[in-house]
């Protein structure tokens, strides 16, 4: 369970995220929307305790994620925007490290998992656009995190593998609680049972995504305004 109460954040005079409140609960995979400099990456790095709120309260699991944050990122799979990775290391190399770090093991049916094993001996910065985001969202869930944060995770990819990384976030979707970002309103209506929508850094819309084929985008372009 994720909960946010009244969370407002603030660098100087601006205010990035104002006052939100939602909670995120098992099973959800919740769509986060906005146009840029909204505020979702703001609000998905003070979930995972790399900012600290300027007001309000948040809580994974009834853990405070700055106060018990070493506790919570076991918790806590996470696949930034850009995606860092290691350019020098071989995807196997990688994912090891990566596992080290957290403590778990499980790495080979990981790679099966998200369809990396044909490339494990392979060099990351050989890889196409796709399959580095498959090593980052392999990376993501070594461990078997609870929670699943994405940040624009299909971003930059071409349409092909925008479906397979669609396909893998509903595959590993089961009793986790994932939130993501995109910009392709498209993606939304595809994989997510929940939309939340922020704008200036404030929340518009938070429930069922709209019925129907392009519901999702004539809500959006209704609520956001350019």
Known sequence: MISLSSVTKKFKNKTAVNNISFKAKEGEIIGFLGPNGAGKTTTMRLILGYLTPTEGKIFI???????ERVTLLKKIGYLPENNPLYQEMKVAEYLNFIAQVKGVDGLEDIAIHVGLKEVMDTKIEELSRGYKQRAGLA??????????????????????????IRSLIKKISKNKTIIFSTHILSEVEDVANRLIIIDKGKIVFDGKKPKGKGGVERLFKKLVKS
């Open 139 to 164: 990376a993501a869930l070594l461990g078997d995190p609870s929670i699943l944060v994405l940040d624009e995770p299909t971003s930059g990819l071409d349409p092909l593998e925008q479906e397979k």
């Open 61 to 67: 699991d009834n853990l405070d994620p700055i106060e």
